[in-house]
């Protein structure tokens, strides 16, 4: 309960300002990680990014594709994968902070009808609102590490997921465990820090989810201030097996 309040007040606060900041003040994620793929995005967007490296770097969506992004913020990638999907697809952003969602709406409203594939959902990543197997791709942006229950996430991307379907996902992850005061410390848990877990757990978790082909690379490597311990912007992926035959892509 106590993370929850903590990177929901944080993120509410941000939602209302102009700030595109994950973090503040000591214990911040790295935001020197490419995020760019070119295309126009709102102003609006991306003026609220708080990513940390870019998940649609790592897959191709193509038109009539279903995209979720878990924890989708001002909605930048989702306004990303919306033009990939085109008209026959759908990209659903789900994130548990009300001003955020307020906020991605309200930008998708702006546009008129150029988003209208792209829908904002309120809710938690552990408890997705999605159905199961309908998902092509699940993507997220510095998130999942913001959350005190993992297995429930990974377990629930899986369900969404299509079997073939893919998850890509920017992250924070660890060389090495961090020291337990600093797992208290909710300012640092909010600032996509304190809740990241080491890279070997992190592809145990997607395995015991049951996961396949999990690749995690490091995009950049820093210092935090505070506490002294490093930490890699990663990036994520990984696969939902078929049963039977790989259908084509
Ligand atoms: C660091 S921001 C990233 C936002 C967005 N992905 C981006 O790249 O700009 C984290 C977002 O995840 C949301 N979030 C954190 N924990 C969550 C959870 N357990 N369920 C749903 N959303 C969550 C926050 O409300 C916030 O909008």
Excluded at 39 to 55: D, F, K, R
Excluded at 61 to 76: A, F, H, Q, Y
Excluded at 108 to 128: D, M, P, S, V, W
């Amino acid at each position: 309960m106590e993370v929850r309040r903590a990177v929901k007040g944080r993120y509410a606060k941000i939602a209302a300002s102009s700030a595109s900041d994950c973090c503040a003040g000591e214990g911040c994620a790295d935001k020197s990680v490419p995020i760019s793929l070119g295309e126009a995005v709102p102003v609006e967007a991306s003026s609220a990014s708080a990513g940390c490296g870019s998940p649609l770097l790592l897959i191709a969506p193509r038109e009539g594709d279903v995209v979720v992004d878990l924890g989708s913020g001002g909605g930048i990638d989702v306004f990303r994968a919306s033009g990939m999907v085109g008209k026959n697809g759908r990209v659903l952003g789900v994130d548990a902070t009300p001003e955020m969602i307020w906020r991605a709406r309200e930008t998708k409203a702006k546009y008129g009808r150029k988003y209208a594939n792209a829908e904002f959902r309120l809710g938690e990543i552990e408890h997705l609102p999605i159905e199961s197997s309908t998902v092509d791709y699940v993507i997220s942006n510095c998130v999942i590490n913001l959350s005190p229950d993992k297995p429930a996430v990974f377990s629930e991307s899986f369900r969404v997921l299509k079997e073939g379907g893919t998850l890509a996902v920017a992250d924070v992850t660890l060389p090495s465990e961090i020291p337990e005061g600093a797992r208290k410390d909710m300012d640092s848990w909010s600032a996509c820090i304190a809740g990241a877990v080491t890279d070997s757990d992190y592809k145990k978790l997607l395995k015991r989810a049951g996961f396949k082909d999990i690749q995690v690379e490091h995009v950049s490597d820093s210092n935090i201030g505070k506490y002294l311990f490093r930490y890699h912007s990663s990036h994520i992926k990984a696969t939902k097996p078929t049963a039977g035959p790989l259908r084509p892509r």
